[in-house]
T-cell receptor, first 116, second 114 residues
Framework: KNQVEQSPQSLIILEGKNCTLQ??????????LRWYKQDTGRGPVSLTIMTFSENTKSNGRYTATLDADTKQSSLHITASQLSDSASYICVVTTEVYGGSQGNLIFGKGTKLSVKP | GAGVSQTPSNKVTEKGKYVELRCDPI?????LYWYRQSLGQGPEFLIY????????DSGLPNDRFFAVRPEGSVSTLKIQRTERGDSAVYLCASSLLGRHNEQFFGPGTRLTVL
């Protein structure tokens, strides 16, 4: 069964600190992996996208890694800010034979709280 | 438009009533998606439109749920005989051509069934 598991479920850190969120998936066939940020009461916004051949991708203070062999990804946030408080959702897209992508499999998200 | 918009932002209804939720996708996006997100969960796929037609409706939970996109732009998600378990945030997203393109999400409609 295609699944995306995220950990931790929630995390509290102090402003300025770094943190790393984890994502493990059992999705096959794999097409790409995205990390989304979802502020409370808003829709998810894409942070990074990685395909099978990419093992790291940065977007400002956000750095995502992908290990396609172990089917693990991480999202590292550097020098956290209060505005980083949100849910971070890992999403894996399945590949459909013929090149067109298939379904999006969402994780439950990690709820990050950054405190002053 | 500048982004995906959804109306209403909040909807409170009574068990057994009929509701309609509206989504305005980004102008020019041919693909449109509906998701349902329960508290503390990730979005759950409901239906995917390519143009006016439903290309994949495998996520609709039962025949009380129905969605249309008659002119290939605005879409309406319709829920008949609402149940308390239907309470959730209903998210709409659109992408330029299809599932291989990035999906841009709207703010969602929070549906509460009393």
């Amino acid at each position: 069964k295609n699944q995306v598991e995220q950990s931790p479920q929630s995390l509290i850190i102090l402003e300025g600190k770094n943190c790393t969120l984890q994502c493990n998936y059992t999705v096959s066939p794999f097409s790409n992996l995205r990390w989304y940020k979802q502020d409370t009461g808003r829709g998810p916004v894409s942070l990074t996208i990685m395909t099978f051949s990419e093992n790291t991708k940065s977007n400002g203070r956000y750095t995502a890694t992908l290990d396609a062999d172990t089917k693990q990804s991480s999202l590292h946030i550097t020098a956290s800010q209060l505005s980083d408080s949100a849910s971070y959702i890992c999403v894996v897209t399945t590949e459909v034979y013929g090149g067109s992508q298939g379904n999006l499999i969402f994780g439950k998200g990690t709820k990050l709280s950054v405190k002053p | 438009g500048a982004g995906v918009s959804q109306t209403p932002s909040n909807k409170v209804t009574e068990k057994g009533k009929y509701v309609e939720l509206r989504c305005d996708p980004i102008s020019g996006h041919t693909a449109l998606y509906w998701y349902r997100q329960s508290l503390g969960q990730g979005p759950e796929f409901l239906i995917y439109f390519q143009g006016t037609g439903a290309a994949d409706d495998s996520g609709l939970p039962n025949d009380r749920f129905f969605a249309v996109r008659p002119e290939g732009s605005v879409s309406t998600l319709k829920i008949q005989r609402t149940e308390r378990g239907d309470s959730a945030v209903y998210l709409c997203a659109s992408s330029l051509l299809g599932r291989h393109n990035e999906q841009f999400f709207g703010p969602g409609t929070r549906l509460t069934v009393l």
